[in-house]
């Protein structure tokens, strides 16, 4: 026994010039990772020491490092979320400035750039808020005249496209939402050169976002892409958007019909061109 004893101790004894290893990352995130990994390399009766000449002295670590230091290192990350939603949300109070909007939509863009993030966006209620915002959907009876400027629009969709990029559950979310039939359903608005025929015509920084959110939504995936050709949105693209006097309009069309044949090639949309003759300007 005292020998095995001493060899688990000779196995246990760490090199004195040797780092303690940092662990893996876990799933609580990097916060608990940095507590765990302190746990495990403090000298408990150091701290024991550390904490009773706190005591002696009167003080606390908001008195040693302040608040802001505090505030910082124990951030609540999903409780600022859920206030900028909040606030997003109650988009159709007219005494929520557009200027506390756009604030809290390019925050919650900041967020939703991380992909796990993004997917907690709709479980939230996140996506919704951001959908009617974007697409200028206000309170019942509520004129185009009275939604909020296109600048906070065109955000709000911009931030919805950051979450739809490349995250298949998000999209799943938005498709949940009616959001496809919903976004293609605001391109005629986006007539560019014909706006005159257009009752409503749309701001094309709106229109730019608008296309974003439907690029997210349907590339690299040929469901979606059946469903948006039926929906009349590549006819749109070829028709007018790709002919739009906006080029950042002109461009995200001819770009997304350019990533769409090259994936969905036998899509019907081309074939309803040919017999239409390439006539008429909005969705089929």
Known sequence: ??????????????????????????????????????????????????????????????????????????????????????QISDFRNASRTDDELEAALARLEEFAEQIDNAGNLHRMGGLAPLLDLGLGDGAAGQSAAARRPAEVRAQALLTLGVAVQNNPPVQEDLLGLDGLRRLAARLPACAGGAAAEVAAPEDAQVCSKLLYVLSGLVKNNGTIQATASEAGVFGWLLRVGAAHPSLAVAKKSMGLLDTVLAQSPELPFLAGMSAAGGGGGGPR
């Open 1 to 86: 026994l005292p020998a095995a004893s001493g060899a688990a101790g000779a196995a246990g004894a760490a090199d004195p010039g040797e780092q303690p290893a940092v662990p893996e990352p876990r799933p609580g995130g990097a916060m608990e990772d940095l507590l765990h990994w302190a746990v495990q390399n403090s000298d408990p009766e150091r701290l024991q020491e550390i904490i009773q000449q706190y005591k002696d002295s009167g003080l606390s670590l908001k008195d040693v490092y302040g608040k802001e230091t505090l505030d910082a290192l124990f951030f609540d990350e999903y409780g600022m979320v859920r206030d900028l939603i909040r």
